[in-house]
């Protein structure tokens, strides 16, 4: 049985997540800084071990991104994705406010659009939507 625990991520267990993707290194203080600044937080657990988080970013009224959504490669295909990410899909809808659209982002690695898509989340670019761009600052 998974657990889903509400804004408890640790930077320990974020880390340590991050590591078992390969998502690039942080330094304590990054994650830190990351977690504090994060809207929401979200860590499934399974038999006690967290195999899943996900956190929102954001400014909780035109805009909020999915961030780090991260599924231990053992765990993929559980459905503990679908459940973290409808998990924060709900949080945000219910930080909106009614009457109003709000805009619920993310960029994707390569490989995972069908995962976001079976969630109701479009790829750009399209005819009126450019598309999504980055840039890395090296401090």
Known sequence: MVQLVEDQLDIDTYM???EAVHFPKLSRDQARRGLDNSLYT???FKDGKAVGMGRIVGDGAII???QDLIIRPEVQG???GGLILES???FVVNIGFPG???????MCARGR???????G???RPTESLGPGMIQYLKL
Do not use: Q, S
Request: net charge neutral.
């Open 16 to 18: 340590e997540l991050r």
């Open 42 to 44: 979200l860590v499934a």
């Open 113 to 119: 659009e069908p995962f976001y898509k079976k969630h």
């Open 100 to 106: 109003t659209t709000m805009m619920f982002d993310l």
């Open 121 to 123: 989340f479009i790829a």
């Open 88 to 90: 924060l899909r709900a």
């Open 64 to 66: 909020c991104y999915v």
């Open 78 to 80: 559980e459905g503990i």
